[in-house]
């Protein structure tokens, strides 16, 4: 046998799970699929079905043909945890989009307080790099591309022996330099700095969510943000730049912990306020709501009663607004000389009258005018109704908007593959805000009592605002609860 064959696993398990969902924070095995090789020899197939010790999804059911009835007389992961172990040892741990199945399975075990490591070979990857040619590498795709046959799609060890499959059909076909090659860089091991846990790579959680750096003494370093988590969180500790500022922060890192979310709007509210309240060194702190700008109408006058003039414009610090202000304020800036300079630089753009906007003091027409480049509300020759229009039209993306709910509510974000029960949690965040606040995040209905009663400290945030915005605009459905009589009820 050459080098590159001694290379190759001696022992491989090709695994499949079948889960109520794919966020293992929430969900549970439903059916657990094994196929192990020895020196490229079928050893030993095993399948079981598992009880989840909760509902699988209806969605869940249709997609995978598990039914809660099914499972209802069948192990628990409990009841099998040894037997699974021990078929799992010692063997490369191979899954197609092998993270999904290696986290669940980690979890189950960690539920049982049982360690569960193994080198992790993701056959996704693995064709991605051997057929860079190909887009789609799902298994449907690697099915049909290499014309193998599949007896229970969508079932553990029906899709545990494709993978099977698919291995032997590279080991025949694929040039023994190339495979090993791609089977190197797709088994390398994260590069991290020696001082921290050798299996931190292995606990990182690929779904979205907030994570926290800490150095000597637990200082906080650093808060961040991902939609995966593991992918950022090892590449921020490679440092790959020497004498970067990400190498020197890994190089001061000692411990780091995470909270998983349902989705990127979670994570992003929950690094905002972690930032805001904890303070972490090495982050560039976001201005409070206190610190920031907006630029504020003049109220409709009584010999001018058209509402929402915006002729006469003024910055106007974002602590001094009320709900009812917002139909009249344009943008969000850091300082007051900021708003004023946008108004300017605008007014410049768009030929407005700076006199008649507030912001040139003169006796008879303004400057622009005298040189050309002002439409002439200042002297009467624009009519002011049609330079209000102007101005609106001028500022219509800076306009802010009005909190489009009745109220407090419960915005539930749900994982791509969460559950679909009624209450909170399954699969879910219910983001709790008011007025553009972000007041919390419940995962049970003690939670949403709580938050739902909690006081809020100010009407906007322009933080939270940005960022609800893009969100938003992104899902126009949104699946929102109105809190009101929880409220009272609390």
Not at 328 to 341: E, I, L, M, N, T
Not at 396 to 406: D, E, Q, R, V
Not at 428 to 452: I, K, N
Request: with cysteine.
């Amino acid at each position: 046998m050459d080098a590159a064959k001694d290379s190759f696993p001696q022992e491989l398990v090709f695994v499949d799970l079948e889960t109520t969902g794919g966020n293992p924070a929430y969900h549970r095995i439903t059916e657990v699929g094994i196929v192990r090789m020895k020196n490229d020899e079928l050893v030993d197939e095993w399948s079981s079905l598992v009880n989840p010790e909760c509902r699988i999804p209806s969605h869940i059911e249709a997609f995978t043909g598990i039914s809660n009835e099914m499972v209802a007389g069948a192990p628990r992961f409990a009841d099998i945890e040894a037997l699974v172990l021990g078929k799992l040892q010692g063997a490369v741990f191979a899954a197609h989009s092998a993270r999904f199945d290696y986290s669940f399975l980690r979890s189950e075990f960690r539920r049982l307080d049982r360690h569960f490591c193994a080198k992790v070979l993701c056959t996704v990857k693995l064709s991605r790099r051997l057929f860079p040619e190909h887009a789609r590498h799902n298994l449907d795709a690697v099915i049909e591309r290499n014309g193998l046959s599949c007896s229970a799609r969508h079932r553990a060890l029906g899709d545990a022996r494709v993978l099977h499959d698919f291995w032997l059909k590279l080991r025949r076909e694929v040039p023994e330099a190339r495979l090993m090659a791609a089977l190197t860089a797709v088994l390398g091991v994260p590069k991290l700095p020696g001082h921290l846990p050798a299996d931190l790579a292995d606990e990182l959680p690929e779904g979205p969510g907030v994570y926290r750096f800490f150095g000597d003494d637990d200082s906080l370093l650093y808060i961040g943000m991902s939609n995966s988590l593991r992918t950022r969180v090892l590449a921020q500790l490679a440092g790959e730049h020497a004498g970067s500022g990400e190498q020197r922060l890994a190089l001061r890192v000692r411990r780091v912990d995470w909270l998983q979310t349902a989705g990127e709007l979670g994570a992003r509210l929950r690094e905002r306020e972690w930032i805001k309240t904890q303070k972490p060194l090495h982050n560039r702190h976001p201005r409070t709501w206190e610190e920031s700008f907006t630029l504020r109408a003049a109220a409709a006058q009584p010999a001018r009663p058209s509402a929402g003039r915006a002729s006469q414009l003024e910055p106007a610090a974002i602590s001094e607004l009320s709900q009812g202000d917002l139909a009249r304020c344009f943008g969000v800036f850091h300082s007051r000389q900021d708003a004023r300079k946008a108004l300017i630089d605008i007014a410049r753009a768009q030929q407005l009258c700076l006199k008649v906007l507030g912001i040139e003091d003169s006796a008879g027409s303004c400057f622009a005018f005298q040189v050309g480049k002002c439409k002439g509300a200042c002297v009467g020759k624009e009519p002011l109704n049609l330079h209000d229009m102007r101005v609106n039209l001028a500022l219509s993306s800076l306009k802010l908007k009005s909190w489009p709910f009745p109220g407090r509510i419960a915005l539930r974000e749900r994982d791509p593959w969460g559950g679909t029960q009624d209450g909170a949690g399954g699969g879910a965040d219910f983001h709790v805000l008011d007025q553009w606040m972000y007041l919390g995040t419940a995962r049970s209905e003690e939670e949403l009592v709580a938050l739902a009663g909690k006081e809020a400290v100010a009407a906007f945030d322009a933080d939270v605002y940005r960022i609800l915005q893009r969100y938003i605009t992104r899902h126009p459905k949104l699946d929102w609860h109105d809190l009101r009589d929880k409220m009272i009820g609390a």
